[in-house]
């Protein structure tokens, strides 16, 4: 059996709850298709959040990455295409702001996923969930930790990121305007993402 290594965040910023947490926490130990899922959850912490899905990597040895991250305000589940030898903005949840700081000093400007992320999409629509590539995964904490873990395998095996809109409980809780899917449907929707994976 396969393994997959299934990474999702903590709560961060203003949001108090991160539909990743509950879909890692679910899906932990399943098995989906050809894979065994392993559950992560990663801090918002640019120290933590790398060597930690590194040495869990290490531990694992698996066939196939996926890190799940929370995009607010988007509507569609949204595979990124890329991730960037950047980080900036916002204090994470330690309280450290970066600025045009590099992921690492000698890295290549950029890393493309390794998930099959056209197939992605079109496997979501063909199942009715709302989905697109994204052409960027920003310079935070997501786009830290798909770099990283692309930096590490490279096109060794499937690896890479996907970004997901609010639940309806985060858009209840935070800003009831904000696009959002049920808990059931941001999971099952995930599940597809695996189902597909070779
Ligand atoms: N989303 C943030 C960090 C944690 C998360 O779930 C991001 O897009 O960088």
């Given at each position: 059996?396969?393994?997959?290594?299934?990474?999702?965040?903590?709560?961060?910023?203003?949001?108090?709850?991160?539909?990743?947490?509950?879909?890692?926490k679910e899906?932990?130990g399943?098995?989906i298709?050809n894979?065994?899922?392993?559950?992560?959850?990663?801090?918002v912490?640019?120290?933590?959040?790398?060597?930690k899905?590194?040495?869990?990597?290490?531990?694992?040895?698996p066939?196939?990455?996926?890190?799940?991250?929370?995009?607010?305000?988007?509507?569609?589940?949204?595979?990124?295409?890329?991730?960037?030898?950047?980080?900036?903005?916002?204090?994470?949840?330690?309280?450290?702001?970066?600025?045009?700081?590099?992921?690492?000093?000698d890295g290549a400007?950029?890393y493309?996923?390794?998930?099959?992320?056209?197939?992605?999409?079109?496997?979501?629509?063909?199942?009715?969930?709302?989905?697109k590539?994204?052409?960027?995964?920003?310079?935070?904490?997501?786009?830290?930790?798909?770099?990283?873990?692309?930096?590490?395998?490279?096109?060794?095996?499937?690896?890479?990121?996907v970004?997901?809109?609010?639940?309806?409980?985060?858009?209840?809780?935070?800003?009831?305007?904000?696009?959002?899917?049920?808990?059931?449907?941001?999971?099952?929707?995930?599940?597809?993402i695996?189902e597909?994976?070779?």
């Amino acid at each position: 059996m396969k393994k997959l290594l299934l990474s999702g965040f903590e709560p961060f910023l203003g949001f108090p709850i991160n539909p990743t947490e509950s879909i890692v926490k679910e899906l932990d130990g399943k098995v989906i298709g050809n894979y065994q899922v392993h559950g992560l959850l990663l801090l918002v912490d640019f120290e933590n959040a790398g060597p930690k899905i590194l040495e869990e990597m290490e531990k694992v040895q698996p066939d196939a990455v996926i890190s799940l991250g929370l995009a607010g305000g988007r509507s569609s589940i949204t595979p990124e295409r890329i991730a960037v030898n950047c980080r900036d903005g916002e204090a994470d949840n330690r309280g450290v702001a970066l600025q045009d700081s590099p992921i690492y000093e000698d890295g290549a400007d950029g890393y493309f996923s390794t998930l099959p992320i056209r197939k992605m999409v079109n496997v979501l629509n063909e199942n009715g969930f709302p989905a697109k590539v994204s052409d960027t995964a920003g310079t935070y904490l997501c786009n830290n930790v798909m770099y990283t873990v692309l930096h590490a395998t490279g096109k060794r095996i499937p690896a890479g990121f996907v970004h997901i809109p609010a639940s309806h409980e985060l858009a209840v809780a935070y800003k009831k305007e904000m696009p959002s899917w049920s808990q059931k449907d941001l999971t099952a929707a995930i599940e597809k993402i695996i189902e597909m994976l070779e």
